[in-house]
């Protein structure tokens, strides 16, 4: 459907809007907190800020930390701010209108500020303000809405009963938030139906292929109002409070999930008999209008730094072909004598190499952080105290990837997340790589070092770019061999399959949107180059597709950051610190890789001049593994702890 051209009017009121779509295009229920605490009115000019600059600016990242919080109060509620609880983010046209209005005056505020006042760490802090309200603008210059409010891999199906399980739930205060919340739904799913026509209106439609499942999503949630995640807080309404009170909040809960049915419905046949007839047939974001220079700034954003996409492509090319060839010895160590794509099939099949017992899984888990935490000093010269759970996924999402982080607050544990469905497809040799990734010294270590840095604004604390959160942890895979992990082939081969997959991603994402790629040129690449079954690879194509760009983040950051690393060790020589470089990538919380490069640049001037570090105390170093035997598949038949994995260890406590 062609754009069309709107009345002067309606130009300026599209302009405000477009300035929304970063607040758009973050959770629609993104968290942030709810009651009445309103904030002051915003400044006209930084002169009405406190008089000196350092304050100006501490006094503007509140207010806009404030705004964030009332504004989204699903992130609030994620972040553990629970004033904001009983409501959802303005998801309408209109609530957007007031989100780009807010963006736009804290720029003009920030750009007030003389950045020379400030000390390091404060002007970091502004330049980071600065370039996320441009970032966001950016964006929005493009599209002036959310372009993509729901798809069978994203949407209120699956953020609604996740935020639900992020409440808390003790107190009839409690309760009373999520009711509200239940009540509060209809009227978010109005803005998301608004969305949805507004991108009928002008040819910003999602793909056919990524909406064709949405109405069954949709159905499956409404069906399972009483029974589901949404109304599981109404089936566990706890003893403390009286009996009469838990009868009234269990009516109160009835009637609101009755109310939601329709709302639900009404979406369902939005999808069904509006956008889905108008869903494009295409699937590359460069099918848009102005959609090379669509795709060329989601790239940019996803990536933190100035690669093209052609450039990417032929990094992931290059990088493929590295990764297949380091896989040869690995596969050699275990024996097997065969083709790379035969041991691929044998890897990922055989029944030796999986666990039927999901408590084993866990266990499994939790003895090679406890591995990991052992060898941590080795590596790490700050190591958060808080505790890393580990427990089975409980969520609507149970049959995606094998485990996930899930941050933690003031009220909730950090926890390692571990699928526990379909076994089958659950591998051994996958343990190590995810438990290092997602857990230490993956996302729990970067997130709660981050937590811990003193004097750093709230939105520094909490901020997420992911080409260097998912480029930290893609790195932190790789340090399995320093961290006494990976002694044995077959967990070598799975961290190499899962850095060869992040490496694919670069091709593929930019073969979609980029080069004209089908969906199933993508698909036989991924199946002719991975170690992914077929299944997982289907999954992968649809998210590259859902959300372009985003599969780029892995891989660049890491890459990045091995590049740091490795210019470090040539500058510095005797004197490089491993844990002193580890500080310089984490001590100054998230940053954009442009950023993150300039800092350790920094970080490396100071050390050339530093004397040589002493070396770190010793942890216990494991006991080689044993190799299996030779043969074609030389997997001990029961499969125990020990022989793929080393000796059992104890749960960290």
């Known amino acids: 459907m062609p754009r069309t051209r709107l009345p002067a009017?309606?130009?300026?009121?599209?302009?405000?809007?477009?300035?929304?779509?970063?607040?758009?295009?973050?959770?629609?229920?993104?968290?942030?907190?709810?009651?009445?605490?309103?904030?002051?009115?915003?400044?006209?000019?930084?002169?009405?800020?406190?008089?000196?600059?350092?304050?100006?600016?501490?006094?503007?990242?509140?207010?806009?930390?404030?705004?964030?919080?009332?504004?989204?109060?699903?992130?609030?509620?994620?972040?553990?701010?629970?004033?904001?609880?009983?409501?959802?983010?303005?998801?309408?046209?209109?609530?957007?209108?007031?989100?780009?209005?807010?963006?736009?005056?804290?720029?003009?505020?920030?750009?007030?500020?003389?950045?020379?006042?400030?000390?390091?760490?404060e002007r970091l802090s502004w330049e980071l303000f600065v370039a996320?309200?441009?970032?966001?603008?950016?964006?929005?210059?493009?599209?002036?809405?959310?372009?993509?409010?729901?798809?069978?891999?994203?949407?209120?199906?699956?953020?609604?009963?996740?935020?639900?399980?992020?409440?808390?739930?003790v107190t009839e205060a409690d309760y009373r938030n999520y009711l509200a919340r239940l009540q509060a739904l209809p009227r978010h799913i109005d803005g998301i139906v608004e969305q949805l026509h507004e991108g009928m209106r002008t040819g910003w439609v999602a793909p056919k292929r990524i909406m064709a499942g949405v109405p069954d999503q949709l159905r499956s949630?409404?069906?399972?109002?009483?029974?589901?995640?949404?109304?599981?807080?109404?089936?566990?309404?706890?003893?403390?409070?009286p009996e009469e009170v838990r009868a009234q909040l269990a009516a109160d809960g009835a009637a609101a999930l009755q109310a939601l049915a329709p709302a639900l419905q009404k979406l369902e046949d939005v999808v069904r008999n509006d956008y889905l007839p108008a869903a494009r047939p295409t699937i590359a974001a460069s099918s848009l209008p102005g959609g090379p220079s669509?795709?060329?700034?989601?790239?940019?954003?996803?990536?933190?730094?100035?690669?093209?996409?052609?450039?990417?492509?032929?990094?992931?090319?290059?990088?493929?072909?590295?990764?297949?060839?380091?896989?040869?010895?690995?596969?050699?160590?275990?024996?097997?004598?065969?083709?790379?794509?035969?041991?691929?099939?044998?890897?990922?099949?055989?029944?030796?190499?999986?666990?039927?017992?999901?408590?084993?899984?866990?266990?499994?888990?939790?003895?090679?952080?406890?591995?990991?935490?052992?060898?941590?000093?080795l590596l790490f010269a700050t190591i958060p105290p808080d505790e890393l759970a580990v427990k089975p996924l409980q969520d609507a999402q149970a049959g995606q990837g094998g485990a996930a982080y899930e941050a933690g607050n003031a009220a909730r544990m950090a926890a390692l997340v571990v699928n526990t469905a379909r076994l089958d497809t659950r591998p051994l040799w996958e343990v190590e790589t995810l438990a290092l990734h997602e857990g230490v010294p993956g996302h729990h270590l970067q997130v709660a070092?981050?937590?811990?840095?003193?004097?750093?604004?709230?939105?520094?604390?909490?901020?997420?770019?992911?080409?260097?959160?998912?480029?930290?942890?893609?790195?932190?895979?790789?340090?399995?061999?320093?961290?006494?992990?990976?002694?044995?082939?077959?967990?070598?081969?799975?961290?190499?399959?899962?850095?060869?997959?992040?490496?694919?991603?670069?091709?593929?994402?930019?073969?979609?949107?980029?080069?004209?790629?089908?969906?199933?040129?993508?698909?036989?690449y991924l199946n002719a180059t991975t170690a992914n079954p077929p299944f997982d690879n289907e999954a992968e194509v649809d998210r590259a597709i859902a959300h372009p760009g985003e599969l780029l983040a892995y891989k660049i950051g890491q890459l990045r950051i091995l590049a740091l690393r490795r210019k470090a060790q040539a500058a510095l020589g005797g004197r490089f610190d491993v844990r002193a470089f580890h500080e310089a990538v984490l001590g100054q919380g998230a940053l954009p890789l442009d950023l993150l490069e300039r800092e350790?640049?920094?970080?490396?001037?100071?050390?050339?001049?530093?004397?040589?570090?002493?070396?770190?105390?010793?942890?216990?170093?494991?006991?080689?593994?044993?190799?299996?035997?030779?043969?074609s598949a030389q997997v001990p038949d029961q499969m125990p702890d020990q022989a793929l994995f080393g000796a059992p260890q104890p749960a960290p406590g």
């Open 9 to 121: 009017a309606r130009q300026r009121a599209a302009r405000l809007l477009a300035a929304a779509l970063p607040l758009l295009l973050t959770p629609l229920l993104s968290t942030s907190l709810s009651i009445p605490l309103l904030l002051a009115p915003l400044p006209a000019s930084a002169t009405e800020l406190p008089a000196d600059v350092p304050s100006q600016a501490r006094a503007l990242f509140e207010r806009d930390w404030q705004w964030r919080l009332k504004h989204q109060p699903a992130f609030a509620t994620a972040v553990g701010d629970h004033r904001y609880d009983a409501q959802l983010a303005d998801s309408s046209l209109a609530g957007a209108l007031k989100a780009a209005e807010h963006e736009r005056r804290m720029l003009e505020l920030a750009r007030q500020l003389d950045p020379a006042q400030l000390n390091a760490r």
């Open 132 to 169: 996320d309200k441009e970032r966001r603008l950016a964006v929005a210059a493009v599209v002036p809405f959310d372009p993509q409010p729901i798809s069978v891999q994203d949407g209120i199906q699956f953020r609604f009963p996740r935020l639900v399980a992020q409440m808390p739930y």
């Open 221 to 241: 949630l409404r069906e399972h109002l009483a029974d589901g995640a949404v109304s599981a807080p109404l089936r566990r309404l706890p003893a403390t409070i």
């Open 294 to 377: 669509w795709y060329a700034l989601l790239v940019k954003n996803a990536t933190t730094t100035a690669l093209t996409p052609a450039e990417i492509h032929a990094l992931g090319l290059k990088e493929v072909a590295r990764i297949r060839a380091e896989m040869a010895p690995a596969i050699q160590r275990t024996g097997f004598r065969g083709t790379l794509p035969q041991f691929f099939v044998f890897a990922r099949s055989d029944p030796r190499l999986f666990t039927t017992d999901a408590d084993a899984l866990l266990n499994r888990y939790r003895r090679t952080l406890a591995r990991v935490y052992a060898h941590l000093p």
């Open 449 to 524: 070092r981050a937590q811990a840095i003193p004097d750093l604004p709230p939105f520094r604390r909490n901020a997420w770019y992911a080409a260097y959160g998912e480029g930290w942890a893609l790195y932190a895979e790789g340090l399995g061999p320093e961290l006494g992990l990976m002694r044995d082939p077959f967990s070598d081969f799975g961290r190499l399959a899962d850095e060869l997959l992040r490496a694919a991603r670069l091709v593929i994402d930019t073969g979609i949107h980029a080069r004209g790629w089908t969906r199933q040129q993508a698909l036989d």
């Open 600 to 631: 350790v640049e920094r970080w490396i001037a100071t050390q050339a001049t530093q004397p040589p570090p002493a070396p770190p105390a010793q942890g216990p170093d494991p006991a080689p593994l044993p190799v299996p035997a030779q043969g």
